[in-house]
């Protein structure tokens, strides 16, 4: 599960900084062009969510999660996302919950311990805007969705050499019962809410 922060960025996209020095390379496998690699900023980046609790939202994070993001407006076919999170890493400032989160009547994190996004395909919805369509895995169901998400900026890093870095953020909103969290009584959503909020933000970098 998975929730959205909100970042600012004065600084709006810029296609020719995307296709300035482009190495993108060629996947063997699909024989497709692969996009360019960016490197993610963890310590700058988050996975987030958010559900109900009764009538009040009860924020949270997965402190440990790790993805590949090859992306190039200009090569959409070549770009794709893959993120695996690390379920047990569940942070909502509250050990008993967490706890209770990671135990069988939600995630069981001793059978199924991470959860997976990996894209199918990426296209353009609007300026600075895209959905990526692909396969979200949480416990043992997979399912596709779609989860737009938006390029924030790019710029040259005045802090770095020769590198570039960008922003990124997605949002969606899933059905938690759709993946099986929630078991016997957690399976009613008086209490818990259905619905959960996913807020990924990325900052990401890579050489020019």
């Known amino acids: 599960m998975k929730t959205l922060l909100t970042l600012a960025f004065a600084l709006f996209f810029s296609t020719s900084a995307f296709a300035l020095n482009s190495d993108s390379g060629i996947d063997h ?13 963890g310590a700058h980046s988050a996975v987030k969510f958010s559900i109900r609790h009764f009538f009040t939202p009860v924020p949270g994070v997965f402190e440990n999660w790790s993805g590949k993001l090859y992306f190039d407006p200009e ?68 399912k596709e969705i779609e989860l737009p998400f938006k390029l924030l900026g790019v710029m040259e890093n005045p802090m770095r050499e020769n590198t570039l870095v960008a922003g990124f953020e997605a949002s969606t909103t899933l059905s938690r019962l759709d993946y099986g969290v929630g078991s016997g009584s957690f399976a009613q959503t008086a209490v818990i809410g259905e619905q959960v909020t996913i807020d990924i933000f990325l900052e990401v970098t890579r050489e020019i």
């Open 29 to 41: 496998h699909s024989g497709t062009n692969t996009a360019t690699e960016w490197n993610i900023d």
């Open 75 to 142: 090569n959409l076919a070549g770009s794709k996302i893959d993120v695996t999170v690390d379920v047990s890493s569940v942070n909502t400032q509250n050990t008993r919950r967490d706890d209770h989160l990671r135990d069988p009547d939600f995630f069981e994190v001793d059978t199924w311990p991470n959860m997976t996004f990996k894209s199918s395909s990426i296209r353009q919805t609007a300026e600075g805007e895209y959905v990526a369509t692909g396969e979200l895995t949480i416990r043992d169901t997979t």
